[in-house]
């Protein structure tokens, strides 16, 4: 349990602080995209014996670049490749999945988050990407904000625009896999977006929105791993079924 | 080809021979233009003429597929520049004024710089100027067109520019707002000796407030002073260059 809630709240924090890039440049369902990405790099860890989350973070950097290459140099709309790299890398890992029934069960931990299979590596793991996270952030928060507000006015500047958006995506990829075992694939990118968009309607400024994304965020995480041990429940499920109901008790509160 | 002008010379922007074509699509053919130090020039032309690629030439966001763009030493990190459209791109964008007249300085801070007294001073300048003091905290999806612009404006002063360059400022902004607009943007031409390139497709608001016009539509139609423009007289040499042009019309181009 201990485990579980130093693993939640380092997620809590940095899905967030990713998160928050990612909606305000409209680039939501790429943290969906990764998600389904890396579970087929987990998949590839169980089949190799290599460990999942190190499998499933070479393989989201692997499609992280692919994406803006054919993107950029084959000029290939944005949306149409999020949705072929979200359906491809779910199709192969269900071919794989099916000719390996063995660790149906173990995968399933995978997909929608389990607090009791959070082991100590696991652990080391995710503060060392999350430190990884949270440093790049803060050294390159002004770059960050900047190609977020307006990409034409940043490099007319002298940034560049690109270097800092694959920046993001490689934050974003590393953001996912340390949440794969808490929350799981299918429900992460709920995570980075859901306390960002309820922080959106009262932040009063764009490092204060921040703040509140990650104020609501851990708010859901811890409570909804304490919800999902006492009852029994999936802990993915959980927080993100939390994450909701703090945004449409928001939604309320904001429309009157 | 994108060269530096010596910055003892009285030119800020010059271009030679310039052309541009996106797709096989000729988007600027053969332009030349002189702007010098203090001016304030009007670049004027229908929607689609070219204008907004000029200016992506000018910020070396393009480069010329021929001839070149000459732009004063060191100017770079020295232009202010307001895009086409920016206040309707941040709807639902959680940032204060002041986040936004910060990033002024983004560039100038370089990698991994801290927000030091001179950026402090710089912006507090800009806001000063801009009359937008009372602003700093809101947001800015809650801000008025005209209040946007002047945002935007402070944001380009915090860059202590030497060139101001705005891009269809007034898209999206009510009448009143776009005269008030103008006022400031004179004011600052003349209190802090500015050179100004103003893009727009409306002529009169141009002319009214530039020193010279360039016009152009694909290729440059005319180029004279503001006091000795005649509408009529460039009304009919966009008409006559469209029926005997070359080049073919631009279409999916960045203008």
Redesign the interface.
């Known amino acids: 349990m201990i485990r579980a809630f130093i693993a939640g709240s380092v997620i809590a924090i940095i899905a967030p602080l990713v998160g928050i890039f990612l909606v305000v440049r409209r680039y939501a369902l790429i943290a969906d995209t990764l998600a389904h990405i890396t579970f087929f790099g987990v998949v590839v860890g169980f089949m190799s014996g290599l460990p999942p989350l190190l499998t499933a973070l070479g393989t989201s950097l692997a499609a992280v670049f692919g994406i803006e290459r054919l993107r950029t140099v084959q000029k290939l709309p944005s949306d149409s490749l999020l949705s072929l790299f979200l359906s491809g890398s779910l199709a192969i890992a269900t071919v794989l999945i099916s000719m390996h029934r063995g660790f149906n069960l173990n995968l399933f931990s995978f997909l929608f988050g389990s607090i009791t299979t959070v082991s100590h590596g696991d652990i080391i793991t995710i503060l060392v990407l999350a430190v990884f996270v949270i440093g790049v952030i803060i050294a390159f928060y002004k770059e960050l904000f900047f190609i977020s507000f307006n990409e034409d006015l940043a490099q007319a500047s002298g940034i560049r625009p690109r270097s800092f958006g694959i920046l993001l995506l490689v934050l974003a990829a590393c953001t996912v896999v340390v949440s794969l075992k808490i929350v799981g694939a299918l429900l992460i990118s709920a995570l980075m977006v859901i306390p960002v968009l309820t922080a959106i309607g009262y932040g009063r400024g764009f490092l204060s929105t921040t703040i509140l994304a990650v104020f609501f965020s851990l708010t859901s995480v811890i409570g909804g791993i304490f919800i999902s041990y006492f009852w029994g429940l999936s802990s993915g499920g959980t927080i993100v079924c939390l994450a909701l109901a703090i945004f449409v008790i928001s939604i309320f509160i904001n429309s009157k | 080809m994108r060269h530096l002008v010596d910055s003892e010379n009285n030119t800020h922007i010059s271009a030679k021979n310039l052309s541009f074509y996106y797709n096989g699509h000729s988007v600027l053919h053969d332009i030349n233009f002189r702007v010098k130090r203090g001016e304030y020039l009007g670049i004027v032309g229908p929607n689609g003429s070219g204008k907004t690629t000029l200016i992506k030439i000018i ?3 393009l480069s010329p597929k021929s001839g070149s763009i000459e732009v004063m030493d060191d100017l ?2 020295r ?1 202010g ?1 307001v ?1 086409q459209y ?1 206040s309707e ?2 709807s ?5 004024v ?3 007249v ?2 002024g300085r ?2 100038i ?1 370089g ?2 710089g801290r927000f030091s007294v001179d950026d402090a001073r710089a912006v507090e300048n800009a806001v000063q100027v801009s009359g937008i003091k009372h602003l700093l ?1 809101r ?1 800015l999806d809650e801000l008025s067109g005209g209040e946007r612009q002047k945002v935007f404006i402070a944001r380009a002063l915090a ?1 202590e520019p030497l060139i101001l360059i705005l891009d269809e400022p007034d898209a999206g902004v009510d009448f009143i707002s776009q005269e008030a607009f103008y006022d400031f943007v004179s004011r600052l031409h003349k209190k802090l000796g500015l050179t100004v390139v103003l893009v727009s497709h409306d002529i009169d608001t141009v002319v009214r407030e530039a020193d010279s016009v360039m016009c152009i539509n694909h290729t440059l139609v005319c180029y004279e002073r503001a006091d000795s423009f005649v509408k009529e007289k460039y009304l009919e040499k966009l008409r006559s260059k469209k029926e005997r042009r070359v080049p073919r019309a631009e279409k999916n181009s960045h203008a």
């Open positions: 910020l070396g966001l770079k990190s232009i520049y895009p920016i791109t941040i639902q964008f959680p940032a204060t002041i986040e936004i910060q990033t983004t560039a801070r990698i991994l905290k947001r860059t």
